[in-house]
């Protein structure tokens, strides 16, 4: 996973961390957490988010087949 700081014209590149898998298919950034799929592997990773950066792995699981994350407000 790549961040960048966006600026008028300018990308800069900030971080490229592990997605804690093999072949990150979806994301969503949830507040304060960036929850990720990965299609190889079929895992689901939250990481911590912190001042725009991705920090340390919250939680992992498996899945049968990790490819869309659809999410419902209530």
């Known amino acids: 996973i790549s961040v960048f700081k966006v600026t008028k014209e300018k990308l800069d590149l900030k971080q490229i961390i592990s997605s804690g898998g093999k072949h990150p298919r979806d994301f969503c950034i949830l507040q304060d ?42």
């Open 33 to 74: 957490v960036i929850i990720i799929l990965n299609r190889d592997t079929n895992t689901v990773v939250v990481m911590d988010l912190e001042k725009g950066l991705i920090k340390n792995t919250v939680q992992t699981c498996t899945l049968p087949e990790a490819v869309a994350l659809l999410l419902e407000e209530k």
